[in-house]
């Protein structure tokens, strides 16, 4: 049974930092892309960031270029994305997903159940 289990979600003040990780089991993540999504209330889930299998190669979408980092550890299953500078705009529920690492959502063949971001101004 595959399971990808998101952490490290929390309220914070603008300007703060987190640190998400996404740990999965059941599947052999060094063969998978993995992805990084943020859902708004009301807006449509968007990327954030993706990384290849290997982590040579990564993406950013609009919302994660400059400020947020995407990486993986392989040997411990995990993903993580590291946010800076945090802003109200922010606030989502940030999802981990597993399969290429490709912009759009329908890539993905994996979900995590996603961790609540809150960012106070």
């Known amino acids: 049974q595959v399971q990808l289990v998101e952490s490290g979600g929390g309220l914070v003040q603008a300007g703060a930092s987190l640190r998400l990780s996404c740990a999965t089991s059941?599947?052999?993540?060094?063969?998978?892309?993995m992805g990084w999504f943020r859902q708004a209330p009301g807006k449509e889930r968007e990327l954030v960031a993706g990384?290849?299998?290997?982590?040579?190669?990564?993406r950013y979408g609009a919302s994660g270029k400059g400020r947020f980092t995407i990486s993986r550890d392989n040997a411990k299953k995990t993903v993580y994305l590291q946010m800076n500078s945090l802003k109200p705009e922010d606030t989502a529920v940030y999802y981990c997903?597993?399969?290429?690492?490709?912009?759009?959502?329908?890539?993905?063949?994996?979900w995590g159940q996603g961790t609540q971001v809150t960012v106070s101004s």
């Open positions: 059941g599947l052999t993540v060094s063969g998978y892309g």
């Open positions: 997903a597993a399969g290429s690492y490709g912009g759009s959502s329908s890539l993905y063949n994996y």
């Open positions: 990384i290849s299998w290997s982590g040579g190669s990564t």
